[in-house]
């Protein structure tokens, strides 16, 4: 079959910068987004609108706490663990953010040495990367599990307080966790067929037949950083305010 | 092939590294800068942490906690993502729709003190 996608533009003129930029690279019915793959282009405009999904969930949080009548659960101290003799204040999601923060620098990293074409430390750090993925869900389980069971902590009700804290942590946090899971899934795909050398070989992919190539290392990066980007304010706007 | 073609014609920032022969790949920067990264959202994470565990109150801890957020935020975003890099063509196109969800903020905190105050007056004289 023909392949008709990304015909060579042709273009050899250095492209303008800045504002002229943005209008040079929108007009005249071109590719808009010069220098990125399509498949880049394309997560990124999936992680815009999930940006949107997360930012409806953290509205409707804003507007369930401001509009409660009774005082909100105080998250640091439901969320805080007992270690050596004393109750340490929401170290459980400390611990998680740091994991999180840790699995999107070796991210980070795999996606450098992938462009290096360093086959074997690329998997290597993607499987890191996976690990820590799989440490945070496992933690949130754990946290889920203490919740529900032996604080009685239900979507509509719990015993500190507001009702609406449980339907706020639930479907935030789970929707936040799913994400992780799937961001695993989604590293341990990548990694095999780094591993295998599919984008060295530029093996055509099983569904799309298309070149394999390291940019999918970056994109499958693009959406690990999302996770923690989501983190970073749940973390803050759920578990901190 | 036309890809590689646009990546030279626009010239990336960071050189090639490892390639050699001047062919530059996708986004290359020097590994360095990452970990410089992650050292600092590790200590953006421990400092949003202490507010908390120093109870700071008020609107110095939301500020303090706001700040922080978005800090580590632009980090990840600008440096992890390769925003920095990126033409502005794809930066505005990314980064300028969620400014919007501000004015639902806005409409949601109008709306919720609403019903706060609604709840007020019903809960007092209600049966």
């Not at chain 1, 509009?67 to 007992?82: E, G, M, R, Y």
């Not at chain 1, 890191?128 to 239900?154: C, D, N, P, S, Y």
């Amino acid at each position: 079959m023909a392949q008709t996608a990304l015909t060579d533009s042709g273009e050899l003129l250095k492209r303008p910068d800045g504002l002229q930029g943005i209008v040079a690279d929108w007009s005249s019915d071109q590719r808009a987004f010069k220098n990125v793959p399509w498949g880049k282009a394309m997560m990124w405009i999936f992680l815009l609108s999930d940006t949107f999904i997360f930012s409806c969930f953290l509205l409707s949080y804003m507007t369930v706490r401001m509009s409660t009548t009774v005082p909100w659960p105080d998250p640091s101290q439901i969320f805080a663990l007992h270690i050596g003799g004393q109750d340490m204040p929401l170290i459980l999601i400390a611990i998680m953010t740091f994991i999180l923060i840790s699995s999107s620098g070796t991210m980070a990293m795999a996606v450098n040495f992938g462009y290096r074409r360093d086959r074997r430390k690329t998997a290597a750090l993607l499987l890191v990367t996976a690990a820590f993925g799989a440490t945070f869900v496992g933690m949130q389980a754990f946290e889920w599990t203490k919740l529900i069971v032996e604080e009685g902590v239900r979507p509509w009700s719990n015993p500190f307080g507001a009702a609406q804290f449980g339907s706020a942590f639930f479907m935030i946090t789970g929707f936040h966790g799913t994400h992780v899971t799937f961001g695993v899934i989604f590293l341990l795909a990548v990694a095999r067929k780094v591993w295998r050398g599919d984008y060295d070989h530029a093996r055509p992919g099983f569904f799309t037949s298309r070149k394999s190539h390291y940019e999918a290392v970056e994109i499958m990066g693009l959406y690990w950083h999302f996770v923690d980007l989501v983190w970073v304010f749940i973390f803050a706007l759920f578990y901190l305010w | 092939m036309a890809q590689v073609q646009a990546q030279e014609e626009v010239g990336l920032a960071a050189p090639a590294e490892a390639g050699g022969k001047g062919h530059v790949e996708g986004q290359q920067h020097p590994i360095g800068i990452y970990l410089q990264i992650w050292g600092w959202l590790f200590v953006l994470s421990t400092a949003s942490y202490l507010v908390d565990y120093f109870n700071v109150e008020g609107y110095l801890r939301w500020s303090l906690i706001l700040i922080f957020m978005l800090l580590k935020a632009g980090l990840i975003v600008a440096v992890f993502m390769h925003m920095l890099w990126e033409r502005l063509a794809l930066i505005y196109a990314i980064l300028v729709p969620p400014l919007l969800v501000l004015v639902f903020v806005v409409i949601g905190a109008l709306e919720g003190d609403h019903t706060f105050l609604t709840r007020l007056i019903f809960f007092q004289t209600g049966p």
